[in-house]
C-alpha cells in the first residue's frame, strides 16, 4: 500500500500555526513512508470564503518547505484539488446512498425546523437533534409517499439530502493516536450531506474526496473527533474501506487553559500565522513568524515538537531528521502548551547554525537601511561576534558601535548612568597603563590585546572586576555583548585608544 495523506484547508482566513502543524504531520509521515503528500482546498462553504485566503495557505507552506505532490497549484492525477471544481461529482454519491436507503430527501423548512427544536426543547431535550426518532415526525422521504417525493422534487420544492443514522448500533474504530472509540449511533444525528445549493456539505465531500484520491491515513485536528463516527457510517454506507484515522492534540495558550487563538496572540504579543496577514473585509492585520525575523525551519521544528517528542532529549533537527524519527505513536493525546519563549530558543539556535557570511550580508542590509556605512568584510566579522546573543538578525542592530566611530558614551544618558557606578578614580591609572600598551602592540589581535590587558591589571595590582566594566562602557556604551578584546580587534587601535581617552576625560570631567 501506497502511504497517501492529505492536508485540507478551507480558505476562511489566514492559516493557524495549528494547521501548519496538521500539514506538518502529514507531510512527514508522507516522507517517512515514501507516500505521497496532497493538498486539497475545501471551499464548498461558499459563504465563508475568504479572497486572497487561497494563495496565502499556499505561500505559507512554501515558506514552512511543505510543498505538496499534488494540489490545486501543482495538479495531479486525482485532481482537481478544489471542492468548488468538483462539485459536479457529488450529486452522483448522494444519489447513490438514497437508492441504498443509506440516505433520504428532507423538506422541512428553516420554520419547521425551529419548531421541531422548540417542541424537544419544550419536552427537556437539552440537544434536539433530527435524528432516528425525529425524522418520523418530519416532512422527508420517509413520511412521505413515494409518489409526493416524486412530485416535490419534480416541482422545484427545496430540499436536502440527509444521512439515515441506523439505530441501535455502536460505531467503533481505532484511532492511532488515542485507541479505541466507540459512539452509540443515538447520539449522532442525522447530518446534511447534500444541501440546497447544489452543494455538498463538508461531511460528504471529505469521504467522497478521500475516497477517490486513495486516501490511506487521515491525520487532522483534534476538533474533527466528534465527527469521525459520523465519517465511519457515511464509509460503511457507500461500503468502501475507510482509511486510518490520526487526531492531533491541540495547541493551547501559554497558561494551558483552552486552544490557543489569535486574539491571544494579539493580547500577549506573538504571531500565531505563519505570514503576515490582511483581511480583505476589516484591514485588520496580523503578524506572521516570516515577518517577525523567524527562520522557516525554526518555526517547523518548534511545530514539529509541540505534540510529539522523538523519546530522547534531542530538541534541533533539520526536515531530514524529523522526516526519519517521526512517528504517530509518539504523538501526545493531551494538548501541547505554547511557549513563545521557547520559539524565540528555537530560532537563537537556527541563527547560531548560520554561516558568518549569511548573517553579515542580511546585517549589511540592515545597517544600510539606518544610514550606517561599512563593508562587507567589516560586517561578517560583526556577525561573527554578535550572533551568540541574538535571538533575530535585527539584534544584530544593538552593535552598531562597531561600525561607528567617536564615544559611544557621547549623549548616551544610560551608559553614563551605568559608568558613574562603576567608576573608581584608580581605574583611570590602569587605562592610561593599557593605552600605552596598546600603543606598542605589534599586532593588534584579541589574543595580543587579552595579553596587554592582563600585564596591566598585574603590573597595578587590580581584578578584572576593577576595570573590565569600566573598560566595557568606554569602548562600547553597554554592559552586555562580545568579548572586548574581540571587539577591540574589529575596532582597530586608533579607535579603541580614541574611545579609552574619551571616556577617561568624560570621567574626568566629573571630579
Given at each position: 500500500?501506497?502511504?497517501?495523506?492529505?492536508?485540507?484547508?478551507?480558505?476562511?482566513?489566514?492559516?493557524?500555526?495549528?494547521?501548519?502543524?496538521?500539514?506538518?504531520?502529514?507531510?512527514?509521515?508522507?516522507?517517512?513512508?515514501?507516500?505521497?503528500?496532497?493538498?486539497?482546498?475545501?471551499?464548498?462553504?461558499?459563504?465563508?470564503?475568504?479572497?486572497?485566503?487561497?494563495?496565502?495557505?499556499?505561500?505559507?507552506?512554501?515558506?514552512?518547505?511543505?510543498?505538496?505532490?499534488?494540489?490545486?497549484?501543482?495538479?495531479g492525477?486525482?485532481?482537481?484539488?478544489?471542492?468548488?471544481?468538483?462539485?459536479?461529482?457529488?450529486?452522483?454519491?448522494?444519489?447513490?446512498?438514497?437508492?441504498?436507503?443509506?440516505?433520504?430527501y428532507?423538506?422541512?423548512?428553516?420554520e419547521?425546523?425551529?419548531?421541531?427544536?422548540?417542541?424537544?426543547?419544550?419536552?427537556?431535550?437539552?440537544?434536539?437533534?433530527?435524528?432516528?426518532?425525529?425524522?418520523?415526525?418530519?416532512?422527508?422521504?420517509?413520511?412521505?409517499?413515494?409518489?409526493?417525493?416524486?412530485?416535490?422534487?419534480?416541482?422545484?420544492?427545496?430540499?436536502v439530502?440527509?444521512?439515515?443514522?441506523?439505530?441501535?448500533?455502536?460505531?467503533?474504530?481505532?484511532?492511532?493516536?488515542?485507541?479505541?472509540?466507540?459512539?452509540?449511533?443515538?447520539?449522532?444525528?442525522?447530518?446534511?450531506?447534500?444541501?440546497?445549493?447544489?452543494?455538498?456539505?463538508?461531511?460528504?465531500?471529505?469521504?467522497?474526496?478521500?475516497?477517490?484520491?486513495?486516501?490511506?491515513?487521515?491525520?487532522?485536528?483534534?476538533?474533527?473527533?466528534?465527527?469521525?463516527?459520523?465519517?465511519?457510517?457515511?464509509?460503511?454506507?457507500?461500503?468502501?474501506?475507510?482509511?486510518?484515522?490520526?487526531?492531533?492534540?491541540?495547541?493551547?495558550?501559554?497558561?494551558?487553559?483552552?486552544?490557543?487563538?489569535?486574539?491571544?496572540?494579539?493580547?500577549?504579543?506573538?504571531?500565531?500565522?505563519?505570514?503576515?496577514?490582511?483581511?480583505?473585509?476589516?484591514?485588520?492585520?496580523?503578524?506572521?513568524?516570516?515577518?517577525?525575523?523567524?527562520?522557516?525551519?525554526?518555526?517547523?521544528?518548534?511545530?514539529?515538537?509541540?505534540?510529539?517528542n522523538?523519546?530522547?532529549?534531542?530538541?534541533?533537527?533539520?526536515?531530514?531528521?524529523?522526516?526519519?524519527?517521526?512517528?504517530?505513536d509518539?504523538?501526545?493525546?493531551?494538548?501541547?502548551?505554547?511557549?513563545?519563549?521557547?520559539?524565540?530558543?528555537?530560532?537563537?539556535?537556527?541563527?547560531?547554525?548560520?554561516?558568518d557570511?549569511?548573517?553579515?550580508?542580511?546585517?549589511?542590509?540592515?545597517?544600510?537601511?539606518?544610514?550606517?556605512?561599512?563593508?562587507?568584510?567589516?560586517?561578517?566579522?560583526?556577525?561573527?561576534?554578535?550572533?551568540?546573543?541574538?535571538?533575530?538578525?535585527?539584534?544584530?542592530?544593538?552593535?552598531?558601535?562597531?561600525?561607528?566611530?567617536?564615544?559611544?558614551?557621547?549623549?548616551?544618558?544610560?551608559?553614563?548612568?551605568?559608568l558613574?557606578?562603576?567608576?573608581?578614580?584608580?581605574?583611570?591609572?590602569?587605562?592610561?597603563?593599557?593605552?600605552?600598551?596598546?600603543?606598542?602592540?605589534?599586532?593588534?589581535t584579541?589574543?595580543?590585546l587579552?595579553?596587554?590587558?592582563?600585564?596591566?591589571?598585574l603590573?597595578?595590582?587590580?581584578?578584572?572586576?576593577?576595570?573590565?566594566?569600566?573598560?566595557?562602557?568606554?569602548?562600547?556604551?553597554?554592559?552586555?555583548?562580545?568579548?572586548?578584546?574581540?571587539?577591540?580587534a574589529?575596532?582597530?587601535?586608533?579607535?579603541?585608544?580614541?574611545?579609552?581617552?574619551?571616556?577617561?576625560?568624560?570621567?574626568?570631567?566629573?571630579?
Amino acid at each position: 500500500m501506497t502511504v497517501r495523506v492529505r492536508f485540507a484547508p478551507s480558505p476562511t482566513g489566514p492559516l493557524h500555526m495549528g494547521g501548519v502543524r496538521t500539514a506538518l504531520y502529514n507531510y512527514l509521515f508522507a516522507r517517512k513512508h515514501g507516500g505521497q503528500f496532497l493538498l486539497r482546498v475545501e471551499d464548498t462553504d461558499q459563504t465563508r470564503y475568504v479572497p486572497g485566503a487561497e494563495d496565502y495557505i499556499k505561500e505559507s507552506l512554501a515558506w514552512c518547505g511543505l510543498v505538496p505532490d499534488e494540489s490545486p497549484w501543482a495538479g495531479g492525477p486525482d485532481g482537481p484539488y478544489r471542492q468548488s471544481d468538483r462539485k459536479h461529482l457529488y450529486k452522483a454519491y448522494a444519489d447513490e446512498l438514497i437508492a441504498k436507503d443509506k440516505a433520504y430527501y428532507a423538506f422541512d423548512t428553516p420554520e419547521e425546523l425551529d419548531a421541531m427544536r422548540e417542541r424537544l426543547q419544550a419536552a427537556g431535550v437539552a440537544a434536539p437533534a433530527y435524528n432516528a426518532v425525529t425524522r418520523e415526525h418530519m416532512k422527508n422521504s420517509i413520511t412521505l409517499g413515494a409518489d409526493e417525493v416524486k412530485e416535490r422534487i419534480a416541482r422545484g420544492d427545496a430540499y436536502v439530502i440527509r444521512l439515515k443514522v441506523p439505530r441501535h448500533v455502536e460505531v467503533r474504530f481505532e484511532d492511532i493516536i488515542r485507541g479505541w472509540v466507540t459512539v452509540h449511533s443515538a447520539n449522532i444525528d442525522d447530518k446534511v450531506l447534500f444541501k440546497s445549493d447544489g452543494m455538498p456539505t463538508y461531511h460528504l465531500a471529505n469521504i467522497v474526496d478521500d475516497h477517490l484520491m486513495r486516501i490511506t491515513h487521515v491525520i487532522r485536528g483534534e476538533e474533527w473527533l466528534p465527527s469521525a463516527p459520523l465519517h465511519v457510517l457515511i464509509y460503511e454506507a457507500f461500503g468502501w474501506e475507510r482509511p486510518a484515522f490520526a487526531h492531533l492534540p491541540l495547541i493551547l495558550k501559554p497558561d494551558g487553559n483552552g486552544k490557543l487563538s489569535k486574539r491571544d496572540g494579539d493580547r500577549l504579543g506573538f504571531p500565531v500565522f505563519a505570514l503576515d496577514w490582511t483581511d480583505p473585509v476589516t484591514n485588520e492585520k496580523s503578524s506572521g513568524y516570516r515577518e517577525r525575523g523567524y527562520y522557516p525551519e525554526a518555526f517547523i521544528n518548534m511545530l514539529a515538537l509541540l505534540g510529539w517528542n522523538p523519546g530522547t532529549d534531542q530538541e534541533i533537527m533539520s526536515v531530514d531528521e524529523l522526516v526519519r524519527l517521526f512517528d504517530l505513536d509518539r504523538v501526545h493525546k493531551g494538548g501541547a502548551r505554547f511557549d513563545p519563549e521557547k520559539t524565540k530558543w528555537f530560532n537563537q539556535q537556527y541563527l547560531r547554525m548560520r554561516p558568518d557570511a549569511e548573517l553579515g550580508a542580511q546585517l549589511l542590509e540592515l545597517l544600510r537601511e539606518q544610514g550606517i556605512g561599512t563593508t562587507l568584510d567589516r560586517a561578517i566579522r560583526a556577525a561573527a561576534l554578535l550572533k551568540e546573543r541574538a535571538t533575530f538578525v535585527g539584534d544584530m542592530l544593538e552593535g552598531s558601535y562597531l561600525f561607528t566611530t567617536g564615544s559611544p558614551l557621547s549623549g548616551n544618558a544610560v551608559a553614563e548612568t551605568e559608568l558613574r557606578k562603576r567608576w573608581k578614580p584608580e581605574a583611570a591609572t590602569a587605562i592610561e597603563a593599557y593605552i600605552a600598551a596598546l600603543k606598542e602592540l605589534p599586532s593588534f589581535t584579541p589574543e595580543a590585546l587579552d595579553a596587554a590587558f592582563n600585564a596591566v591589571l598585574l603590573g597595578k595590582g587590580m581584578k578584572t572586576g576593577q576595570v573590565m566594566p569600566v573598560y566595557r562602557l568606554f569602548v562600547a556604551g553597554r554592559m552586555q555583548g562580545p568579548g572586548m578584546f574581540d571587539v577591540s580587534a574589529l575596532l582597530g587601535r586608533e579607535e579603541v585608544i580614541a574611545r579609552l581617552k574619551a571616556g577617561l576625560a568624560l570621567c574626568a570631567s566629573w571630579v
